[in-house]
Nanobody
Framework: QVQLVESGGGLVQAGGSLRLSCVAS????????MAWFRQAPGKEREFVAR????????YGLDSVKGRFTISRDNAKNTVYLQMNSLKPEDTAVYYC????????????????????WGQGTQVTVSS
């Protein structure tokens, strides 16, 4: 059983930055991939970024490439999402997720490809 707890969300003006953190407990953090998704009101949950055990990363949205960076610190059982140059359209609840299964490229961007989820942290970007 893996528990995930996000933090770092809040209200920020457009152009500002936030760093989200997700601390994992249970299991062996260094042995599973982690990802960030987000969900805006009335919209489906969408894939933001994923970081594999090796540290390699994948970004799912063209709109965040170059602005968001996913990273992990295995010593702290923590995955981060550094968000710069924030825009109002980045407003959403951000969730971290853990994938404990063998790598399947078809499931990288799908919520069903992840086994555990955090409770989410709200990010609001004002214009």
């Amino acid at each position: 059983q893996v528990q995930l707890v996000e933090s770092g969300g809040g209200l920020v003006q457009a152009g500002g930055s936030l760093r989200l953190s997700c601390v994992a407990s249970g299991g062996t953090f260094s042995s599973y991939a982690m990802a960030w998704f987000r969900q805006a009101p009335g919209k489906e949950r969408e894939f933001v970024a994923r970081i594999r055990i090796s540290g390699s990363s994948t970004y799912g949205l063209d709109s965040v490439k170059g602005r968001f960076t996913i990273s992990r610190d295995n010593a702290k059982n923590t995955v981060y999402l550094q968000m710069n140059s924030l825009k109002p359209e980045d407003t959403a609840v951000y969730y971290c997720a853990a994938d404990l299964l063998p790598y399947d490229p078809q499931n990288v961007a799908r919520p069903l490809g992840y086994d555990y989820w955090g409770q989410g942290t709200q990010v609001t970007v004002s214009s």
